[in-house]
């Protein structure tokens, strides 16, 4: 049988044990278990810290005291390097022989971790600044192209001279036409073959994949340099507009057509006016453009989709890719359509666009030709006059 006590006689039984704190309080002894029921040192250095402060004449207070006391030191140092153990320290020692240094210290770290969080959002912004210039550049691409190439062409100072001529005498073009991707030749033309793939968002869809090609060709005649060609195929100036403007073309739309024409000819011709501001307007009729017989590389050069230009390497004169060539086109070409014409000097300047019937390669694009003198045709000389016959000096008969 379970026996039962009364509470005067329970309470007069725990007075003579040693654990019972029913003279000291039951909130005394309470708060004192709770040091000797922690699960760590780190609640146990908490529960000793509430202990003194709620029973600072406690029945165990000198007890604990001497153990929370002796810890401190050693708290202390194994906390003094991060905010999180500092603040540990006072939570534990609000008025302990550190706590000043502990404030100190947690101020320095916050000032220091401060100054790393606005290191790490500056470094986030200028990452956030390349990748959209990045971007932006890529949106270019095809303007800083055209650009780049229609400066260096028009620097060019020995049209018609040997092509090695022409190199040493324009020092831009040999190192630009001479930059990766390397010019694939044959006899009669050298290409560099540029290439870019974008995507264009559609509302409603996840987007659309592109392609922007550009083939900067250089016609040779016996090796002399007569003209050079910025051909976009597959429609380039549509492809331009989509990769600036991120608007999606149907080419089969002749006012989308229209408009990605216009756009594309308010970008060239300011840029050639740009560099030859001199330049005046003429009136032609440009011949088809006839594909490249120099076949393009399966995958691009290394370097292929790189703005031109940003590379420095080698030389127009140096040794070119090895060549390829596919079959002379077959079929009937198709006149393009001149936009602008313009004459540099003996250069007649071209930007052309692909015929809305042009099934074939499409070809967008600007052409830099130099001009054929015109022959001079001489007059006959005239025809030689025989001369008269002379009366014979001395006395004349008589009759």
């Known amino acids: 049988m379970m026996r039962r006590f009364s509470i005067p006689l329970v309470l007069a039984g725990c007075s003579v044990l040693a654990g019972c704190s029913v003279l000291s309080g039951k909130s005394d002894y309470r708060d004192y278990r709770t040091i000797q029921l922690a ?7 908490r529960a000793m810290s509430a202990y003194l402060a709620a029973h600072p004449e406690g029945r165990w207070a000198d007890e604990v005291r001497t153990e929370y006391e002796a810890e401190e030191a050693l708290l202390f140092e194994d906390n003094k390097s991060t905010t999180e153990g500092l603040a540990f320290y006072l939570e534990v020692y609000p008025n302990g022989r550190f706590a000043d240094q502990a404030r100190a210290r947690m101020q320095a770290l916050a000032s220091v971790a401060q100054s790393r969080r606005q290191g790490e959002e500056a470094a986030q912004d200028v990452r956030r600044e390349q990748r959209e210039d990045a971007l932006e550049a890529r949106r270019n691409w095809a303007s800083q192209a055209v650009s780049y190439w229609s400066r260096v062409l028009l620097g060019v100072t020995r049209w018609g001279s040997p092509i090695g001529e022409v190199a040493a005498s324009s020092p831009e073009f040999d190192r630009a036409f001479g930059a990766a991707p390397r010019p694939r030749c044959s006899p009669q033309e050298c290409i560099k073959f540029y290439q870019l793939d974008f995507a264009i968002p559609v509302p409603g869809q996840t987007r659309i994949e592109r392609t922007i090609r550009m083939q900067l060709r250089l016609h040779l005649n016996e090796q002399r340099l007569v003209r050079a060609e910025m051909l976009m195929p597959n429609r380039g100036f549509s492809r331009w507009y989509e990769l600036e403007n991120q608007t999606f073309v149907i080419d089969e739309d002749p006012e989308a057509r229209q408009q990605a024409i216009e756009w594309a000819l308010g970008r060239v011709v300011p840029i050639l006016r740009e560099v030859v501001p001199t330049a005046a307007t003429i009136d032609v009729v440009p011949e088809p453009i006839t594909p490249p017989r120099v076949r393009a590389p399966n995958e691009p050069d290394p370097g292929a989709s790189q703005l031109p230009g940003e590379v420095a390497a080698g030389g127009v004169t ?5 060549t390829e060539l596919v079959d002379a086109p077959t079929g009937e070409l198709v006149l393009p359509i001149a936009l602008q014409g313009l004459r540099i000097q003996n250069l007649r300047v071209v ?4 015929a809305d019937e042009d099934a074939g390669a499409a070809y967008d694009g600007i052409f830099l ?15 030689r006059r025989r001369p008269a ?11």
């Open 39 to 45: 699960d760590d040192e780190a609640e146990r250095n």
């Open 318 to 322: 140096a040794e070119a890719a090895p």
């Open 351 to 354: 930007v052309f666009a692909a």
């Open 369 to 383: 030709e130099l001009e054929q003198p015109e022959p001079v045709v001489e007059a006959p000389p005239p025809p």
């Open 389 to 399: 016959a002379r009366t014979p000096s001395g006395p004349r008969p008589t009759p």
